[in-house]
C-alpha cells in the first residue's frame, strides 16, 4: 500500500469510525444476507478432521462443485479466518461464496479451539501454532492429490 493511496481514502463521514467499521461486518442484517448468498457452498460442505502431525487434528469443511452436479473445480482454494474468527464468519463464508461461484473447490479451516473444536485437541490455541496450520494444508494437498488422480479434484491455490 502506497503512502499517497493511505492518505487520500476517505470513507464516508457515518463510516469513519474505526469502533463502526469493526461492528458493521458482523451486523445481523448483513449476517443473513450473507448466509443466504452462502446457501448452495454450504449446502455442498463436508466436514473433514485434518490430521495435522504431532497428534495435532483440525477441523475443515470442504465445499465441492460435485455435490451441486458440476464439473469438479480445477483449483482448491483454502481459507483462514482470522483471530477469534471461525469457518463460519461472515466474512469468511463471503468470500469462500464468491470462490465457489468462480468454480473453485473451497475449503475453510478452522484453527485450534476455533469454532466447536475445543474437543479435538488437549491444548489450546495461540498464534505461534503455525506447523498445525501448515499441516493442515498438507493433508488438505495430499486429498487435492490423491483426488485429483481419481478426477474429482483440481490443484490447491
Known sequence: MTETF?????PRRWLRSRHLQTILPNWPARRARVERRAMPMVSASIEMLLDCGDGVTLQAFHSSQTKLGR???????????GWEGSADSTYLLSLA??????????VRLNLRDHGATHHL??????SCRLPEVVGAVQAIARRSTRARRAGQLGRIV
Do not use: A, I, S
Not at 493511505?6 to 476517505?10: A, D, E, I, L, Y
Not at 461464496?97 to 473451497?106: A, I, K, R, S, Y
Not at 485437541?121 to 495461540?126: A, I, K, P, Q, W
Open 6 to 10: 493511505v492518505g487520500t481514502f476517505r
Open 71 to 81: 464439473e469438479p473445480g480445477k483449483r482448491v482454494g483454502v481459507l483462514l479466518h
Open 97 to 106: 461464496q464468491t470462490f465457489f461461484d468462480q468454480g473453485l473447490e473451497v
Open 121 to 126: 485437541n488437549r491444548d489450546l490455541f495461540h
